[in-house]
């Protein structure tokens, strides 16, 4: 297929209709809503599931039950409204129906603004929801990266029973650029359900789909269950991309959008000399960690990027376990460091290094 | 359980539905909600649906309500069954979905969950089971406690001035554009219950004609929070109830009336 000029939300959501989801439920909120809308035009001409929801409360429990049935769901959200799908995403998770869902993340806390931000990676990493499980977050920084990582979101969610989550925010959901759609893939029938999903008893014992276990010892051998899925998706699905990383010795960490303007800044760097390299997470859970311990012996220091007080940064640095320093710069609020905001932060490591 | 030879000379009148397990409930010795199971699982084989039924389970008393029914089915989030029932129905059309569950579950944090999925006519069915107290977290106050009414929450009886009045929760959704048959029904004595079991299975039967949603409303009994006998507590019941959640239908669309008269 040919490259055409597309906006990231609709892109997103055309993404998935030709990775076959068979459901869309969601709530409208800034700046994710072209989501919602390009699937409450598309969905009834495919003959697929559409539903406003009366919240993100409801979408996201909307998604869980028709997830429970083994079909391709999702939904699709901004900060605020994530914030209130964390339960259901929980119950989810616990219960292992596969669903995706995106996070086009704003200026926060509260409700902060619709700018782009990157204030829910701890959200989205550490904490989603309550108790002890981590979703797959995959991170774009294009409106390609975002279309490809949309269909492969449905091919990890259904391979590990998982919830996945992409986080991106407005400057790629509202942003055109030239990116090429997936072919449409057919939608599965449903005869082919998985075993386990709610299809009616018949012929067989009744299943069941919860996240209920009163016993200490059941819940704990759920849990010990979830940890070893947890386990073989980090051993299996770490993502990340490289820049110029092969004879770096100064090394900017950063994810999504300012991933991108990090690359302006790595190019910019040599320009003038200085040997930057980039890496970039495209999986924020499971986190590259090897990847950067390797490259921090390799490196002088680390410079991480992100638009927020310094969350991922706290990963980078259990990764590198004091090898190197690890030095952060970021933005917040919804303002996006510039190359010439991000430039002077990496000389000043450098000079830093250098003095020791 | 075991299995019972029948003699010759005698006929079977009476047993298990098949949509109900073996599995022994964990609910307090007279409680009603056996009797609501029950009535469900009757209505369930006697229409032949079991096998293409998905329900789902609330938070409440009856959460383990899963392990009873042999159906498929899924555990909501407190509240969120209709929003649950609403996914899995519109992937699953040619399924037929229920929600069970209390007041706590329906009437206060999932008031928005059931009004909307009523609204919007979806083709499920609610039993909505009202004992006018919360039973699983033991005995606090709930959105259908009676004015007056003590609990470990409102140990002073229910003050209207403070915690406001009792939802009535049949005649809200009843007064829904969206819904088709609502009504509300009483498992306090025999007649009660066969009135029961007729409105449940009418509603079932409104969403295999594709009518739209239904609800059930069951008055029902707490006992053990109600700190009262088995006896006592369906008389209490029947008494102060009955008077402001009144029995009967508060919806029921031409469409449904057709289907009823048809019988």
């Not at chain 2, 004992?131 to 929450?153: D, E, F, H, K, R």
């Not at chain 2, 029947?238 to 009967?248: N, S």
Request: charge should be negative; include cysteine.
């Amino acid at each position: 297929m040919a490259k055409e000029l597309l906006e990231g939300n609709a892109a997103i959501a055309e993404a998935a209709i030709r990775a076959g989801v068979e459901a869309f439920f969601g709530y409208p909120i800034t700046p994710q809503t072209e989501v919602l809308e390009h699937f409450s035009k598309r969905m009834p001409e495919e003959g697929r599931v559409f539903l406003q929801a009366e919240s993100e409360v409801a979408s996201i429990n909307m998604v869980y039950g028709a997830a429970c049935t083994g079909a391709r769901v999702m939904t699709s959200s901004s900060s605020p409204g994530v914030s209130l799908m964390q339960e259901g995403i929980s119950y989810i998770a616990c219960s292992e129906v596969p669903v995706v869902l995106t996070n086009i993340m704003r200026g926060g806390p509260g409700l902060g603004n619709v700018q782009p931000a990157q204030g829910d990676y701890f959200q989205a990493v550490k904490s989603a929801g309550h108790g002890d499980y981590h979703m797959i977050v995959l991170a774009p920084a294009n409106v390609q990266e975002a279309i490809d990582y949309v269909v492969l979101a449905f091919d990890l969610a259904e391979k590990y029973r998982t919830v996945v989550m992409i986080v991106a925010d407005g400057s790629i959901g509202q942003m055109m650029e030239p990116a090429e759609l997936p072919p449409m893939r057919p939608v599965r029938p449903p005869e082919e359900r998985p075993s386990w999903a709610l299809t009616g008893a018949k012929g067989r014992e009744h299943n069941i789909v919860t996240s209920l276990y009163l016993g200490a010892e059941n819940m704990e051998e759920i849990n010990l269950r979830l940890q070893a899925k947890l386990k073989e998706i980090a051993a299996n699905e770490v993502r990340w991309k490289e820049y110029y990383t092969e004879d770096a010795d100064v090394l900017l960490v950063a994810f999504g959008t300012v991933g991108r303007i990090c690359q302006t800044v790595v190019r910019e760097a040599r320009a003038k000399g200085i040997k930057a390299g980039l890496l970039r997470p495209i999986t924020l859970w499971p986190f590259p960690s090897a990847r950067i311990a390797e490259l921090a012996g390799q490196v002088r220091g680390i410079l991480t990027v992100e638009m927020n007080a310094g969350q991922m940064v706290d990963d980078v640095r259990l990764a590198v376990e004091c090898v190197c320093p690890v030095r952060f710069y970021g933005r917040m609020g919804g303002i996006v460091p510039l190359p010439d905001d991000i430039l002077p932060e990496l000389e000043a490591l450098i000079a830093e290094v250098s003095q020791g | 359980m075991s299995t019972v030879e029948i003699p010759a000379d005698m006929e079977l009148i009476y047993e298990r539905p098949k949509s109900l397990t073996q599995a022994d409930t964990h609910y307090c010795p007279g409680c009603t909600h056996g009797t609501i199971h029950r009535l469900v699982a009757e209505v369930l084989d006697e229409l032949g649906i079991r096998e293409k039924t998905i329900g789902v389970a609330p938070v409440g008393c009856s959460v383990l309500a899963y392990y009873y029914f042999d159906v498929d089915m899924a555990e909501a989030a407190h509240g969120r069954a209709p929003a649950m029932a609403t996914g899995l129905k519109r992937v699953s059309p040619d399924k037929v979905v229920f929600t069970y569950q209390g007041d706590g579950d329906l009437a206060s944090i999932g008031i928005a969950e059931i009004v909307y999925a009523a609204n919007r006519g979806e083709m499920f069915t609610t039993i909505f089971v009202n004992n006018a107290i919360y039973g699983m977290t033991g005995g606090q106050m709930a959105p259908t406690t009676l004015p007056g009414q003590v609990t470990t929450s409102s140990p002073t009886g229910r003050d209207v001035e403070m915690a406001g009045f009792p939802m009535r929760i049949a005649e809200l959704i009843g007064g829904l554009p969206g819904s088709a048959y609502v009504t509300r029904q009483a498992v306090l004595d025999v007649p009660g219950i066969r009135r029961t079991k007729k409105a449940i299975k009418l509603a079932f039967q409104a969403q295999l004609a594709g009518l739209g949603f239904s609800l059930v409303e069951v008055l029902s009994t707490c006992n053990t929070n109600w700190h009262m006998g088995p006896v006592e507590a369906l008389e209490w019941a029947k008494e102060h109830m009955v008077a402001y959640f009144p029995l009967g239908d508060t919806k029921m669309t031409d469409g449904v009336k057709a289907l009823k008269g048809g019988k």
